[in-house]
Structure formats: C-alpha cells, structure tokens
C-alpha cells in the first residue's frame, strides 16, 4: 500500500485548475443550497456530496468514455466533472420533477443524488456506450452497488479476452474501459463490499474503488465500523505481490489536490493496461453538512474534530493551495466564487420554476373546471372553499390536484350538467398522465419486451428421441452458446462439471471457460457480475443453485435488478437470465419453495416456472430473444424423468404468461405450477374414478399470470377453484387467487368457495417422508376436492372420513 502526497508538480494546466475550482465551489453551493429548500419544504429530502468535490474532480480526470461508474447518493460532483450532471438537473431530481428531460437521470423517481446516464433511446433500443461516460443507475441501500460493479468490470475482461465479442464496438473497445465504484466508509463493513472485493480479486477485473473517508456513518465513529479503523489497512492482505496476484492499494488526503491526481491517474493506468483491480482509500474527508437534512453533525463530532473539518474543508485548502502556487489572486478566486454561487443559484431557481410550471398549469386547469362547476351546483360554497385551499397551497402538489378534484365530484355525485362532465373528461386524461409519470415502465415495453415473443410449438415426430430431461436442457443451452457469442453461463459448479443437475455438462470443454464458468460460492455477487455484464450489452446466465440460496442475493434482485428500468424511467436495462431449481426434495435447506416472498420482491422481473425440462428449453430460448430480466425455476426432481427432444429445439419457444390446460374436465378447476403438476394430474386421475373430472391448468409463468385469463374461462364450465401452491398458507397461492378472483372477476363464477392446498408453514424434514408429509400429496388433493365436491352432492359423493 502507498500513500501518495503532494509533489507539487502540477499534472494539467492552470486554466484546468481554475475550472475544477470553480466546479468545486458551485457544487458545493448546490449542497448548501438543497439543504435550504428542503427546510423551506420545496423538496422531501436531501443529501448531499460537500466534502467530498476535490477527490470525485480527480477521478473524473481518468475516467474516459466507455468507462462505467457504480456508486452512491454522495458523487454529484464527479457526475458534473464528467459532463453528465448539470446543477439544474440536480436541483430538478431534488425538486422530483416527473419530466425526464428535466431528470434525465429517473424523471422524478429516485431521490436526490442517485445518479444515471441513459443508454436506452425512447424506443428502449440501446446506445453506443463507448462514445460516451456511463453511470449504471444508483440504488440507496448501503453497499448495494457493489455486486453491479463487478459485473460492469467483468464484462470488459470477457470482451478482452473473447475474441469472438470484437466485433460489439458500441459496448467496448476491445476491453478497455474501466469500472469505477464509489462508497462510503461505514459502508464497507457490509457484506456486499467484502464479497465484491474478494471476487474482483480473484478474477482480476479492471475495477478502482474508492472509498471516501470521513471517520463516520452517520453519527457513529470508525471504530465501531472498522477493524485498525482503516479500511485499507484491513484489506492490505489484498495488496498484489510479484508472486500472487490481488489489488493495487492507495491511500491519500482529500484535501490533497495534485497528489490525488497523481493517485488516480496511476491507478486508471494500472487497471486500464493490466486488468488490476484498485482501492483507492481517500482518508481525510470532511462532511460539512453533515449526514443528510435529517439532523445535525454538531449532535455527535467533537468540537475539536469540527475545529479541524472548517481548516481542512478541501475547498478551503486547494483555494490555499492556488494562492500559494500563485496561479490566481485571492481577487481572481473570489470572482471565481462569486460567479460560481450565481450559477448554483440560478441553476435552482430555473428547476424549481419549470417544475412548478407543470403543476401550476394542472393547478390552473382544474380551478378553472371547478369554478365552472360550482356556479350551476347546490354545492356552490363548499366546491368554492376547496378551490380557495388549492389556491393558498404554497407549493402544490399533483395529488392536491387530484384530491380536489374528486372531492369537488363527491358533492356533485348526484347532479347532472354539462360542466360536471368536463371535470370528470379532464380528470381521467389527468388520471392516466400521472399513472404513466409514476407506475409506467416496471417492465421493458420496448419491441423486444418478452410479452412481445410469441410462442412456436414444440413439433415431435416418430423418430423425437427420448431422453433424461437434463439432456434436452443441455441440448438447448448448447445451441445458445453455439448461436450467439455474446451467452455466457456462470455459477457455483456450472464449469467442469456442468452444474449439479448437468445442464451444461461437456460445455466448458465445448465453449471454453469465458463461456462457461465456474464462480465462488457468493450468490450475492453471481447476481450483481450478471447485472454488470447484462448492462454492457452481454447476456449472462447467471445461476443460483439452489431456490433456498436465493435468499442471500434477494436485497440485489429486488432493490438493483428488479427497480432498474422503473427507477430509470426506461433509461437503462439488464436483461439477466437467472437460472435456479427448487420444490419438492428433501431436507430443510434444499426443498424450499418462497414463491410468495419472491414474487413480492421482485415485480420488475418475470418469473418462470416451468414443469419440466422441456418447458424450460422453451422460456429460455424466449428470453434469449427478449430484453427483460427473468427468473426461471426449474424443477428439481425433474432432471432424470424422461422427455422427448422437440424436433425444433433450436426454434421452440413458450409465450409468457400463457397457461396449459394439461388435462380437461367440467367439476373443478386445479390450478397449479412446477413440480406439483405431476401430483395434481395423479390426483385428477385418481379423481377420475370416482366420477369427478378435474381441469388442470399449469399457469407456467407467475409473473405475467394468466394474460388470456384461460382460468376464468375454465371457472365458467366448473364453478369450482382449487389452487395447489408448495409455499406457505397465503404465499403463491393468495397472489394466484387475486389474480384470477379480484383482478379477472373469477369470483361471479363460484358456486363453492375457493380451496388452496399448500405447503405446511415449515420446511420439510429430512426423508421423503419429510417431502410428503410437508408438501401437498396426492391423498391430501383427491381428499380436499373430493370433500368441495361431496359438500355440494352428498349423495352422489358420500364422506368417506
């Protein structure tokens, strides 16, 4: 490890250091000035980048087009320094203005300081990526954006390495570019950062980390976060050797203007060239303002520690540093000063006035229909009095538009005129333009979204071989890594060996290991290496390996890759595969099936379930031909039941959120997914002798569910629904009986209420009698819907119990 310090041998021109002066001070008046206007109530929160300008003008100086930034809620400056942050645009996101040319970054969705650039055009279609600096869209959960960056970083090793990737020019040259992280001190003591730093390690990934240092998180000092209190100093066992390879670790002053220069651009060199990691520790910083607008500094630093924040405050110090250098006069400085404020200041006011302009044009068009409404109505005095509150709102929101707009319809509820109607014209169109600004884009709806691919049968002949269905999975990632060299599988066990399960047995030795790769055990990191290299234009497979370890990368899934094109307003995606299995084994850790808790963590993201592994072949070829991110959850005790090869296994694809009615009936609708298909349609068979004619529907896919509502339409010819779910009671199954019951009106076709069979509320013991005794069986489904339709025809069907 070395500390760089100050050679006083300038590295750019004076003009260059007046200009990253000037930067500095406007960014920081822009701090100042944001703290203000959430005080004065203009915006709901803030946080902010003071203290930190001088080391994120330094490492905007190395980073080139076609590099990558991963960092956190505090990098404004650096955002600016790279030229794709204006101040405006940073007052419009703390201000949450909903028009995206206003907030390129999220139009109004994320909270202050989370920054992006946008490599999607309008259409959703990507852009050129090397001609220009890209930041992958910031998360607020501390660390959280470090899985991503390894990916960012992994993927210029991959078009490195992989000749066949060369010609991609649009997402690298060759595999040139740099990731630059970004975290905060207190930060690095979560487990995303070790985990990160251990894999870009041991991969060897072109990846600079700094850490910005101001001996706090929050109000809590270094020596509860830290061990030795220095976070380079914990990781100086991951210092590079000429014998072992590992990072190249730095540490300097933030208040040191030329020595971080020198430091980061000897560490870009390092990792641009060679593909060496780096953590650049930047120790020294200060936080004038303090954590966020939620308190005061003053409450927990010392006063000797305050003392030495204003000396050292890196403004302060490089404004010292100019004059000592004689490169301006203190006049010329305060000139600089004085017209950087301005701009901060005027910057503010030109966001805050096309903000309020939307809302004072909504605002005057509602007031306007309801004064016309109130002259003909009984109501007259009280439609005026919400009109005059909605004029005295100081600053006015769109759901205070809303609000009296409909309180304005409650009183008029049971007049009739021509005015009435207007408001309720206006307030639909209203309606639907807020619902677009504020919920659209959860999901790519560009061409190439995966509701957009339609399905190609599987066709079979006399000469389908039959075959394990692992082989027919094998058989269809062969295929992918053969047609498209931009697939790439990784995963616990998926290279030499080819995967617990031998999905992608013999493909290593077919493909190479850039193609298929074995990863450490880190399911958190899998995920954020595929976010990364998904970003970059790639198409990872990333596999899980089993359902239950999901869990440790869920805060990644839910909080990264299932909010990014949401939270970008469509201005970034990552269309990962994550490929996992589950259900029915046994054992407590291996047999889970958290269905409910993976389908409300991860809307933003399509979840697959297939029965078999046939199916399976078909979502991922389907996928492959899509852009949205996906989970698909194959069944685990499927691998070695036999299947028949489709003929057109190359070309066989499955429409997603389209169900298959695996067998007919007229007395109940079943309807389930995965592994429990095989049990139900036993139990319908068994059903069958007794008189009583089950319809199963495999649903195939829970996110979408049901698009062409098949099961309403099967509702209509049974009247009876019985859904069968491995999760817990009111998982899976309380979202599938929404879906079919609230959102489809399956409701108005029940002659008998709804039964779900689930899973008990523990995870199997170990034993197949763990499995079926825990899990729904097939005696547990013939008695439960042999009772529903017994309660109905007693006579017809006698209690046998």
């Known amino acids: 490890m070395s500390e760089t310090k100050n050679t006083s041998k300038l590295p750019i021109t004076k003009k260059e250091v007046l200009n990253d002066y000037q930067l500095a001070v406007e960014s920081r008046e822009a701090s100042l000035i944001g703290r203000k206007e959430v005080f004065m109530g203009k915006a709901k929160f803030g946080i902010f980048g003071d203290g930190k300008e001088l080391p994120q003008i330094a490492m905007a100086k190395y980073f080139q087009n076609g590099d990558w930034r991963s960092g956190y809620y505090r990098d404004q400056t650096f955002m600016m320094a790279i030229g794709q942050l204006n101040t405006q645009q940073f007052f419009a996101q703390l201000y949450a203005h909903t028009d995206v040319e206003a907030d390129p970054a999220s139009a109004g969705r994320m909270m ?85 730093m251990n894999a870009a390690g041991v991969l060897q990934v ?121 490169l301006a006069s203190p006049e010329e400085l305060d000139q600089i000063e004085k017209e950087a404020k301005q701009a901060a200041k005027q910057a503010k006011d030109e966001a805050w006035k096309a903000y309020s302009a939307d809302i004072k044009k909504d605002v005057e068009e509602v007031l306007n229909l309801i004064d016309k409404v109130a002259v003909p109505s009984t109501h007259k005095t009280k439609i005026t009095d919400l009109a005059e509150a909605l004029r005295k709102e100081l600053n006015p929101e769109k759901s205070h538009i809303i609000k009296v707009a409909k309180k304005a319809l409650r009183l008029i509820k049971n007049e009739s005129f021509t005015e009435k109607q ?75 060996i080819g995967d617990v399960n031998q999905g992608f047995a013999g493909l290593q030795e077919k493909y190479g290991e850039l193609k298929v790769t074995d990863t450490g055990i880190r399911e958190t990191t899998i995920i954020g290496q595929g976010i990364g290299a998904a970003i970059r234009g790639l198409r990872p497979i990333a596999e899980i390996q ?20 949401y939270r970008t307003y469509g201005g970034q995606k990552a269309p990962l595969i994550i490929r996992t299995r589950g259900h029915r084994l046994e054992g407590v850790w291996h047999s889970g099936s958290p269905m409910g808790m993976i389908l409300h963590s991860l809307r933003g993201m399509y979840v697959l379930t297939p029965r078999n592994m046939t199916q399976a072949a078909g979502f991922y070829n389907t996928l492959m031909q899509s852009d949205d991110p996906a989970l698909v959850i194959e069944s685990l005790n499927g691998y070695r039941l036999k299947e028949r090869v489709p003929d057109n296994l190359t070309e066989f694809r499955l429409a997603l959120g389209e169900p298959e009615t695996l067998r007919s009936g007229t007395d109940v609708t079943i309807v389930t997914y995965g592994s429990t298909c095989r049990v139900v349609m036993e139990a319908a068979n068994q059903l069958a002798e007794e008189g009583i004619e089950a319809e199963v529907i495999d649903a195939q896919t829970l996110i979408p569910f049901d698009r062409p509502q098949m099961m309403v339409e099967s509702l209509k010819k049974t009247n009876r629904l019985v859904v069968v779910d491995e999760d817990v009671e009111g998982g899976a199954s309380a979202f599938i009986l929404q879906q079919i019951l609230e959102r489809d009106g399956g409701y108005f076709h029940l002659d008998s209420k709804p039964v779900t069979i689930t899973g008990k509320n523990h995870r199997p013991a170990y034993g197949s009698d763990g499995d079926y005794f825990s899990k729904p069986n097939v005696e547990e489904i013939f008695d439960k819907i042999y009772s529903m339709l017994s309660e109905s025809n007693p006579e017809r069907y006698p209690a046998i119990f």
């Not at 089993?546 to 094109?565: C, F, R």
Request: glycine content about 6%; aromatic content about 12%; proline content about 3%.
């Open 112 to 196: 202050n300081g989370h920054f992006a650039t946008r490599y999607l055009n309008e259409k959703g279609e990507w852009l050129t990526q090397t001609d220009k600096k890209n930041s992958s869209a910031d998360i607020s959960p501390t660390a959280g954006q470090m899985p991503r960056l390894l990916g960012l970083a992994y993927a210029s090793k991959l078009y490195r390495k992989n000749k066949s990737l060369s010609e991609f020019e649009d997402f690298s040259i060759k595999g040139n570019e740099v990731a630059f992280g970004t975290i905060g001190n207190a930060s690095t003591s979560e487990g995303h950062f070790w985990e990160t």
């Open 546 to 565: 089993y359902l239950d370890y999901l869990l440790y990368a869920l805060q990644t899934l839910s909080d990264d890759l299932a909010t990014l094109q």
């Open 422 to 496: 207007h408001l309720l014209n206006w307030l639909s169109e209203k309606s639907a333009q807020y619902e677009e600004q504020f919920s659209s884009k959860l999901y790519s709806e560009s061409l190439d979204s995966a509701i957009n691919v339609e399905s190609v049968p599987a066709a079979y002949s006399d000469s389908s071989e039959l075959v394990d269905g692992r082989e027919v999975l094998n058989a269809c990632f062969d295929n992918l890594l053969e047609a498209d060299p931009r697939i790439f599988a990784f995963g616990e066990d998926v290279g030499k």
């Open 206 to 326: 072109p990846m600079i980390m700094s850490v910005w240092d101001d001996g706090y998180g929050i109000s809590v000092p270094q020596k509860y976060h830290t061990i030795k209190e220095s976070i380079s100093e914990a990781l100086s066992g991951f210092q590079r050797t000429k014998e072992k390879a590992g990072f190249e670790v730095f540490k300097v002053k933030a208040w040191d203007y030329v020595a971080l220069l020198e430091t980061y651009k000897k560490a870009a060199e390092i990792s641009r060239k060679e593909h060496i990691p780096c953590l650049i520790h930047v120790i020294e910083v200060t936080q004038p303002q303090g954590h966020s607008t939620s308190g005061s500094h003053e409450r927990y630093k010392p006063k000797d520690r305050l003392v030495w924040e204003k000396e050292y405050d890196c403004i302060l110090q490089m404004r010292q540093w100019i004059e000592k250098e004689k």
